[in-house]
């Protein structure tokens, strides 16, 4: 049987063609330890702009989830837009799964490109990605925003009711669905308002494309983002920072943004949307 067309590989394509229109290249880095990083950067890096890094969440690759900021951002950054491992076009065949050697990679694949300041907007997996950076490389590292990254979770909140799920095993099963039910599960508390009513076959097909390779590696990453995870052990950062927060998210409740202001000294504000 002929294979259908699939939508999901159509609009893959589409924002490759909007990120190329935009000004940026597919570029893969092969870091020389098993590791490989595919970043989409500038076609022409400009001196006279800073350096803006966008960094993606759990999903699907980082196109997906900054198409629409990456024009109009052009204008203003060198902006670059890497795909974490085990998303997109990266990989490693080493075994640490934590976001501090996810923030490792990223810089290595930064320094690969000759940047050695830049400012970071991470959007939640990706926010405990950039605060990682924030913490390891501070005088590298100039202003960072954190978009409902809840870095300062602690394992014992999912045991107290914090969140939808009631084990780390329900999350997984959520945010890396394999099934249209699950999906639909995901877009109910990923979106304030969430479409109704998409076919199972569209569904369906976007796990296909999506959400099958790498599975096993990005259920470690996001076991190994709760496990053990205490707030006392959390570094502080120094850069100043935004958060920016989903007033009704269900993912990490507002409560973490709170608790992240809280606990910092440094010139950190909180903004509320309501998405």
Known sequence: MAKCFSFTATRDWCYRYSFSNAGLRSSTTDLGDGTVMHVWAPKAHIQSKPTLVLIHGIGANAMWQW????????????????????????????PERSEQFQAQCVMRVMDAYGVTVMSVVGISYGGFVGYSMAAQFKERL?????????????????????????????????LLAQTPDKMRELMKISFHKPTKGIPSCFLNDFIHVMCTEYLQERKELI?????????????????????????HDQIF?????????????TAMTVKQIER
């Open 67 to 94: 198409n629409d900021f990456v024009s109009p951002l052009m204008s203003r950054f060198n902006v670059y837009v890497p795909d974490l491992l085990f998303f997109g076009e990266s990989y490693t065949t080493r």
């Open 142 to 174: 100039d202003k960072l925003v954190l978009c409902c990254a809840g870095v300062c979770l602690e394992e014992k909140d999912m045991e107290k009711g914090m969140f939808k799920v009631k084990s780390v095993d329900e999350a997984i099963s959520m």
């Open 223 to 247: 076991q190994a983002l709760h496990k053990d995870r205490k707030l006392s052990d959390l570094p502080k950062i120094t850069q100043p920072t935004l958060i920016i927060w989903g007033e």
């Open 253 to 265: 409740p507002l409560e973490l943004g709170h608790r992240l202001k809280s606990k910092e000294t």
